[in-house]
């Protein structure tokens, strides 16, 4: 008696067993077909993007023009534009800066003496904080007080104003960005001329 009887045809075995891989390789090659032709399409949208100034894909290039300063206004390092003794208050305003950064990690109001007046409204704040700062000694590195002029302004009482923007930072600290006013008072008889710092306040909007 044999056990090995197949009891399917040609036809049916061709169904169950060799017609589906067939299939299944059709559909395969069928996906990577699709894939190619959207990969081509993609990358022929993005080079006539690129060449052909395809305004759907390009990417807008900066403007090559810088806007338009106000009068007195120069780059960041206070030159160009400013006058030689705009530039002189502006050489006392970054000084008295980088005294501040030095008390700032001390609370010594002796860094502040020779660049702020000691009768100033910022001396006299400062001067309030010092306990404050001696008791928590931060020690170095010190505060780098970074000054960009933007103008030089007459103010009352032959005061100066050097307005700008003042950025301070310490390694290990987050960055901050100050709009300043910063009022400089001459010294008296002094030439060529010295500036102190007498105060500083937020410039208006």
């Known amino acids: 008696m044999s056990f090995n009887s197949d009891p399917l045809g040609e036809e049916e075995r061709g169904w169950l067993g060799g017609g589906r891989p067939r299939s299944?390789?059709?559909?395969?090659?069928?996906?990577?077909?699709v894939l190619v032709v959207i990969l081509i399409g993609l990358w022929w949208l993005i080079f006539r993007g690129l060449f052909d100034d395809d305004p759907l894909t390009k990417v807008p290039s900066p403007?090559?023009?810088?806007?338009?300063?106000?009068p007195g206004t120069t780059a960041p390092g206070?030159?160009?534009?400013?006058?030689?003794?705009?530039?002189r208050v502006i050489a006392d305003a970054r000084r008295a800066m980088?005294?501040?950064?030095?008390?700032?990690?001390?609370?010594?109001?002796?860094?502040l003496t020779g660049t702020f007046w000691t009768d100033g409204l910022q001396y006299q704040k400062?001067?309030?904080?010092?306990?404050?700062?001696k008791q928590k000694h931060a020690g170095p590195p010190p505060y780098?007080?970074?000054?960009?002029?933007s103008r030089v302004?007459?103010?009352?009482?032959g005061m100066k104003i050097v307005r700008g923007t003042v950025s301070v930072t310490r390694p290990g600290e987050q960055a901050q960005i100050f709009r300043w006013d910063i009022y400089l008072k001459r010294v008296p008889g002094s030439n060529p001329e010295t500036w102190r710092l007498?105060?500083?306040?937020?410039?208006p909007k």
């Open 198 to 203: 007498w105060t500083v306040a937020e410039t």
């Open 63 to 70: 403007p090559t023009t810088a806007a338009a300063k106000p």
């Open 24 to 33: 299944n390789v059709r559909r395969m090659w069928f996906a990577v077909l």
């Open 144 to 149: 780098q007080f970074t000054l960009t002029p």
């Open 153 to 157: 302004l007459n103010a009352p009482g």
């Open 126 to 133: 400062l001067a309030k904080e010092a306990p404050g700062l």
């Open 98 to 111: 980088s005294a501040w950064g030095q008390f700032a990690i001390s609370g010594d109001v002796g860094k």
């Open 78 to 87: 206070g030159g160009g534009q400013f006058s030689a003794a705009d530039q």
